[in-house]
C-alpha cells in the first residue's frame, strides 16, 4: 500500500504561482511513477504532469506546458507541482496519483493504483 497526501493549494489570482506537494508514505520503494491531475466541476479528471520515481524529464499536458513542473525529491518520498502563470482555467482539485507498475504512457488515470484526497486550487481573474 501507498498512501498520498497533498498540500500547497490555495486561492491565487491569474498570473500567480502556487507550488503543490504530495508527499508518500508506504511502500514507496515499488513505485514506478507519479502525477498530478486535476478536476473542474462538471468535468472529467484530466492529466497535467507526471514522472518517472526512477529518473527523466516530467511528462505534460499540453495546457500547462512551458508554465508548470513537475519535481520530486526521493529522500523525501515528495512529489512537487511548481505552477505558474496561472489562468482561471486552472481552478480545479488537484489530485496526487502513483503507481506501482510500468506503463509506457503517463496521462491515463486508470493506469494509477493509488490516490490522494486532493487539494483545491482557485484562480481568481
Known amino acids: 500500500q501507498v498512501q498520498l497526501v497533498e498540500s500547497g493549494g490555495g486561492l491565487v489570482q491569474a498570473g500567480g504561482s502556487l507550488r503543490l506537494s504530495c508527499g508518500a508514505s508506504?511502500?514507496?520503494?515499488?513505485?514506478?511513477?507519479m502525477g498530478w491531475f486535476r478536476q473542474a466541476p462538471g468535468k472529467e479528471r484530466e492529466f497535467v504532469a507526471a514522472?518517472?520515481?526512477?529518473?527523466?524529464?516530467?511528462y505534460y499536458a499540453d495546457s500547462v506546458k512551458g508554465r508548470f513542473t513537475i519535481s520530486r525529491d526521493n529522500a523525501k518520498n515528495t512529489v512537487y507541482l511548481q505552477m505558474n502563470s496561472l489562468k482561471p482555467e486552472d481552478t480545479a482539485v488537484y489530485y496526487c496519483?502513483?503507481?506501482?507498475?510500468?506503463?509506457?504512457?503517463?496521462?491515463?488515470?486508470?493506469?494509477?493504483?493509488?490516490w490522494g484526497q486532493g487539494t483545491q486550487v482557485t484562480v481568481s481573474s
Open positions: 496519483a502513483a503507481r506501482t507498475y510500468y506503463r509506457d504512457s503517463y496521462h491515463l488515470p486508470g493506469e494509477y493504483n493509488y
Open positions: 508506504g511502500r514507496t520503494f515499488s513505485m514506478y511513477a
Open positions: 514522472i518517472s520515481w526512477s529518473g527523466g524529464s516530467g
